[in-house]
């Protein structure tokens, strides 16, 4: 301390009196202090940061509830998620009130929907590297009907589930049942209320395993394919960038194929 001391009163000397060499000396000693200062404030700010990012509630992720292409989307966003450091918690609600919540800003995120959403819930912000596909199905009982695309239905009594977009808008001028979920379409098939429900394919698959439904037919082809891509609210855009370069890189990897090809397969055995 005492030759720190002498060296600053040094500097206050002017300089003629300072020899050149022992100027130098004081010079660097300064820098030094100076630099070791800076060191421990950005040490003391890093710390502050990861220690408050450590402790940060779990971001909430909306999804569909029963829906049998969520699985596939968690392990993906998950890892997306983590890869930028952020721990994410999935809360599974009806369709249309998932939309509500994540547009409404009540959860952080959404974890899937279809292209272009955003253009009704305005408050979402697309990721756009894609993390799952759906195809559209008619399911029926009767082995007679005849569906090719959209427009046939019309023809038919048939139900859809509230808050799935591309069902809402592929049939928006029809007459139709909407309910809260796949199980009350199942249950109204079944009792003959309606013709055809509208499922996803890999959802009616699984559905039509169970006893009660396994005389029930699925149409083919799909009436449609579409591509699925995680959204954010507004207020989270400042992961739209990180959360890019997170998922394309697990699309390079192969990531993204193997989770969907594993669930594929683990469904047919």
């Known amino acids: 301390m005492i030759k720190l001391m002498s060296l600053l009163q040094l500097v206050r ?37 990861l220690s408050s990012n450590a402790f940060a509630e779990p971001l909430r992720i909306t999804t569909i509830t029963n829906s049998q292409y969520v699985p596939v989307g968690i392990e993906i966003i998950t890892e997306a998620y983590r890869r930028i450091g952020l721990e994410i918690k999935i809360v599974a609600m009806p369709a249309s009130a998932a939309l509500e919540h994540a547009n409404r800003g009540l959860s952080d995120a959404e974890l899937f929907r279809i292209d272009n959403i955003n253009l009704k819930y305005k408050n979402l912000i697309k990721i756009p590297v894609v993390v799952n596909s759906l195809q559209g199905n008619a399911v029926v009982k009767d082995k007679n009907i005849k569906i090719s695309q959209w427009q046939d239905l019309s023809k038919y009594r048939f139900g859809i589930r509230k808050g799935v977009r591309y069902m809402e808008m592929a049939t928006k001028d029809m007459n139709k049942e909407v309910v809260q979920d796949n199980k009350q379409l199942l249950k109204m098939l079944m009792a003959d209320r309606v013709d055809i429900i509208i499922l996803s394919r890999l959802n009616a698959i699984i559905h039509l395993r169970e006893p009660e439904y396994k005389d029930f037919i699925i149409i083919e082809p799909s009436l449609t394919t579409l591509s699925l891509f995680h959204y954010v609210n507004k207020k989270n855009k400042h992961l739209v960038e990180p959360l890019t370069k997170a998922l394309m890189e697990l699309e390079e990897e192969g990531f993204i194929k193997k989770v969907r090809d594993d669930f594929i397969e683990s469904l047919q055995h």
Do not use: D, E, G
């Open 13 to 49: 000397l002017p300089f003629a009196t300072v020899p050149f060499r022992l100027l130098h000396v004081v010079q660097s000693a300064m820098f030094l202090i100076q630099f070791k200062i800076i060191k421990l404030n950005t040490l003391l700010i890093l710390t502050i940061f």
